[in-house]
Structures are given as structure tokens and as C-alpha cells.
């Protein structure tokens, strides 16, 4: 009973975030959600071990990341845009439009980074981690963290620049 309670007041809330990680990482909407699911699944599955496990967040979220990576590994897939629900909301049409065309330029940058870039921006700036939780999840120490995070950002501000 007290893993059920844990697993809803704690996993589910992350479905979103880890959501948006494995869209980050597979490009596909629906390959995100299988992500999503078979993490959720595994998590459950290790209910028993959960005491072992010092950080229950970052092993979700390296789950997601593990199984994302097997994911595209098996199928060259299509990025795809980011649900409405992620996108920014401002007052008047004129910034909703522009807001709308700054994400769809930053996702479009976003999918050419690889993915150990990729995936370190979205963890840091997008979904708000401290850089040991992603060394953590991306089992990577934290100076390659930092330098991952560095060249991301250099990639994304070079080809704003650009456009």
C-alpha cells in the first residue's frame, strides 16, 4: 500500500517532465509516450527496490532516458513539433505569434544538437535539474555535465545568430 501512495504522490507527477525529455530525445510523440509508459512500467516493476535507490526522480528520468536511446536506436525517426500545451503563453496575438515561431525556431536547433547535448539542455534549462541530478541520470560526471551544457548553448545562441 505505502509504494502505491508513493508510486501516485511521487512518479506520476513526473510524467509530464519525463514526457518531454523522451520527446527531446525520439522526436515522435508517440514514441514519447511508449517511452514514457514502459518507464513507468519498469519504475513499478522495481517497487520492492525502491529503498536502495537513493534518488527515485533521477532513476525515472535515466530510465526514460535509457529506453529512449534503445528507442531510436531500433528506427531512424522524424522530429516533431512539441505539443500545444508546452508552448509559451503571452498576452495579445502579435506575442503569442511571435513566442509560437521562437519555440518552433529553438525546437528545430534543438533537434540537430546531438543527443548528449540535447538531452543535458533540456534537463538543465528546460526542466530546471542541478548538475549532479543530471550527471546522475546521464551517468556522466559533472564536468562533462558543465561542458555538455556549455557547447549546447553555443550551438542553440550560434544558430539564433544565424537565423
Request: one cysteine or more; charged letters at 35%; hydrophobic letters at 40%.
Amino acid at each position: 500500500m505505502r509504494q502505491d501512495k508513493e508510486f501516485k504522490n511521487t512518479i506520476i507527477p513526473l510524467a509530464d517532465k519525463l514526457f518531454r525529455l523522451a520527446l527531446s530525445i525520439t522526436g515522435n510523440k508517440q514514441d514519447a509516450e511508449d517511452v514514457v509508459q514502459d518507464a513507468l512500467l519498469k519504475v513499478w516493476q522495481k517497487r520492492n527496490e525502491w529503498d536502495r535507490i537513493s534518488n527515485l526522480e533521477g532513476y525515472c528520468f535515466r530510465s526514460v532516458r535509457n529506453i529512449a536511446l534503445d528507442k531510436i536506436a531500433l528506427k531512424d525517426n522524424q522530429w516533431e513539433e512539441l505539443p500545444d500545451q508546452l508552448s509559451i503563453h503571452t498576452q495579445g496575438p502579435d506575442k503569442l505569434f511571435e513566442s509560437k515561431e521562437q519555440l518552433e525556431t529553438i525546437q528545430k536547433i534543438m533537434a540537430l544538437l546531438p543527443e548528449k547535448l540535447r538531452t543535458v539542455f533540456q534537463l538543465r534549462d528546460l526542466e530546471g535539474f542541478s548538475y549532479k541530478e543530471i550527471m546522475q541520470i546521464m551517468d556522466i560526471p559533472e564536468d562533462q555535465v558543465k561542458i555538455s551544457l556549455f557547447r549546447a548553448r553555443q550551438k542553440i545562441r550560434e544558430n539564433i545568430e544565424s537565423v
